[in-house]
Antibody
């Protein structure tokens, strides 16, 4: 079955860039929407944004000025870059696949296990 | 942004009890409402989308209902493995937003 795996640095210094990769195994990148969602310790979930398999994106306005998402279909991977990080960006970061049946249902049916990223000097 | 609220924030119930969790949106979300279950240290799992569509593999004791701004997740007969935090999420507009969560504990 389809599995997602996040990878990247667990510790990032303030003002630097947080870069994560999500590797999709057991299935294809197309024709799905691919999401990043984060969860600060002890808090609820925050939708970061999505990248569509052909490269289209939609970002959370609260993060948009610092955010870039991209996809590499040949590698079955998609990516998150968040610049100028602060302690407020400390969270578990999840990648996820959207429910899609010819249409994006806006819900997240397959999740990675999550990776805890801490912003600290 | 659409704000999502949930009540109660926590509930303690016995095995076999019927448990109901309410989710309210700050504006109408049509039928674009999903529910997730999250156990400690794990990623959330999708239970229900478009208000009442049960995700494949989810037990039938879970059901969703509601319309407009008010929605409900019902567990018809609580099982020990249902101990978790439950989140609602709107998929009507960007950014997608989640509720604060309801923690369900077994007495």
């Amino acid at each position: 079955q389809v599995q997602l795996q996040e990878s990247g640095p667990r510790l990032v210094k303030p003002s630097e860039t947080l870069s994560l990769t999500c590797t999709v195994s057991g299935g294809s990148i197309s024709p799905y929407f691919w999401y990043w969602i984060r969860q600060p310790p002890g808090k609820s979930l925050e939708w970061i944004g999505y990248v569509y398999y052909h490269g289209g994106t939609e970002y959370n306005p609260s993060l948009k000025s610092r955010l870039t998402m991209s996809v590499a279909t040949s590698k079955n991977q998609f990516y998150l870059n968040l610049t100028s990080v602060t302690a407020a960006d400390t969270a578990v970061y999840y990648c996820a696949r959207g429910v899609f049946n010819g249409y994006d249902f806006g819900a997240f049916e397959i999740w990675g296990q999550g990776t805890m990223v801490t912003v600290s000097s | 942004d659409i704000q999502m609220t949930q009540s109660p924030s926590s509930v303690s119930a016995s095995v076999g009890d019927r448990v109901t969790i309410t989710c309210r949106a700050s504006q109408g979300v049509d039928n674009w409402l999903a529910w997730y279950q999250q156990k400690p240290g794990k990623a959330p799992t999708l239970l229900i989308y478009t208000i009442s569509t049960l995700q494949s593999g989810v037990p039938s004791r879970f059901s969703g209902s509601g319309s407009g701004t008010d929605f409900t997740l019902t567990i018809s007969s609580l099982q020990p493995e249902d101990s978790a935090t439950y989140f609602c999420q709107q998929a009507y507009s960007f950014p997608r937003t989640f509720g604060p969560g309801t923690k369900v504990e077994i007495k």
